[in-house]
């Protein structure tokens, strides 16, 4: 069965201090391997596809990473506007319509 | 990306009422369409997937004449809540995949801002 663990659950951050959130996962036949960005309330917002071991692909303060096991989010200098929770998903099997699967999250708090 | 909206963007209801939320594209082909539940605190769940035309496609668990939905165009799909009560409660958002200036978008799911709903 497909499955998404994110870890750590919440994640608060000074201002400025780098880390890094964390994606275990299990899928038959990796489609894509995705992070959205949730702010309270609202939908989430497309980040990042990844979609083979050893692809990285960078936004503005973020990058993300995937190997065959997992993916990490790193988060560099973080700012208090990047405070949110951040999900990852997956996708798995073939079809146009291969449904995705979504962790629970990682509340992501920074302080000014 | 794909611009997404969703009407309303909160709704109060009566027990037993039924809601009929919408999900619209505006720049983009949405051949499938997939509706979500989220409760406080926990991720999204998916409901249903739905392509074009098409009936919809339910999870296991989720009702489907409880929750109707409708995908008849490409650009709008709407779930309705049939005699909602009190634990149906929740947010729900859309999502869609398709195409975006003749440019395969099928890849990606891109969401719309979500619809609070809070039943009595």
């Known amino acids: 069965e497909d499955q998404v663990t994110q870890s750590p659950e919440a994640l608060r951050l000074q201002e400025g201090e780098s880390s890094s959130l964390n994606c275990s996962y299990t899928v038959s036949g990796l489609r894509g391997l995705f992070w959205y960005r949730q702010d309270p309330g609202k939908g989430p917002e497309f980040l990042f596809t990844?979609?083979?071991a050893g692809e990285e692909k960078e936004k503005e303060r973020l990058k993300a990473t995937l190997t065959k096991k997992e993916s990490f989010l790193h988060i560099t200098a973080p700012k208090p506007e990047d405070s949110a929770t951040y999900l990852c998903?997956?996708?798995?099997?073939?079809?146009?319509?291969?449904?995705?699967?979504f962790g629970s999250g990682t509340r992501l708090s920074i302080r000014p | 990306g794909a611009v997404v909206s969703q009407h309303p963007s909160w709704v109060i209801c009566k027990s037993g009422t039924s809601v009929k939320i919408e999900c619209r594209s505006l720049?983009?082909?949405?051949?499938?369409m997939f509706w979500y539940r989220q409760f406080p605190k926990q991720s999204l769940m998916l409901m249903a997937t739905?392509?074009?035309?098409?009936?919809?496609?339910?999870e296991q668990g989720v009702e489907k004449d409880k929750f109707l939905i409708n995908h008849a165009s490409l650009t709008l799909s709407t779930l309705t809540v049939t005699s909602a009560h009190p634990e149906d409660s929740s947010f729900y958002i859309c999502?869609?995949?398709?195409?975006?200036?003749?440019?395969?978008?099928?890849?990606?799911?891109?969401f719309g801002p979500g619809t609070r709903l809070t039943v009595l």
């Open positions: 990844l979609y083979s």
């Open positions: 998903a997956v996708q798995g099997g073939w079809g146009s319509a291969s449904k995705i699967i």
């Open positions: 720049d983009f082909q949405a051949t499938t």
């Open positions: 739905s392509n074009e035309g098409s009936k919809a496609t339910y």
């Open positions: 999502s869609l995949s398709g195409t975006s200036g003749g440019v395969d978008r099928t890849d990606t799911q891109y």
